[in-house]
Nanobody, 127 residues
């Protein structure tokens, strides 16, 4: 069974940066599309970014485009989310999730059905 573990969350001030990690075990991620999603208190879950582990194709929600960067390290079976210029609206629990399917540039992979999820990591942006 694929297991995903997020790490790297924390409390930061507006304008600062964090890097989240999503480490997988149980299966190689080579054939998966991995997404980062977040959920703030009282709000619906929101897709943030996603990446094809085989091609490296990426997609970003408009709310994070230009500030967040998703990347992968296939050798480490890990996906990262570099978050820069954080603001209080980015406060949420961040989850990584996996879909056993490919992804090519130009499509919105945030609408895929993600079957495997991590436990989440809290990101709080506050002064």
């Amino acid at each position: 069974q694929l297991q995903l573990v997020e790490s790297g969350g924390g409390l930061v001030q507006p304008g600062e940066s964090l890097r989240l990690s999503c480490a997988a075990s149980g299966f190689t991620l080579d054939y998966y599309t991995i997404a980062w999603l977040r959920q703030a208190p009282g709000k619906e879950r929101e897709g943030v970014s996603c990446i094809s582990m085989s091609l490296g194709s990426t997609y970003y929600a408009d709310s994070v485009k230009g500030r967040f960067t998703i990347s992968r390290d296939n050798a480490k079976n890990t996906v990262y989310l570099q978050m820069n210029s954080l603001n209080p609206e980015d406060t949420a629990i961040y989850y990584c999730a996996a879909a056993l399917r490919g992804y090519t540039t130009g499509r919105n992979c945030l609408v895929f059905t993600y079957d495997d999820w991590g436990q989440g990591t809290q990101v709080t942006v506050s002064s």
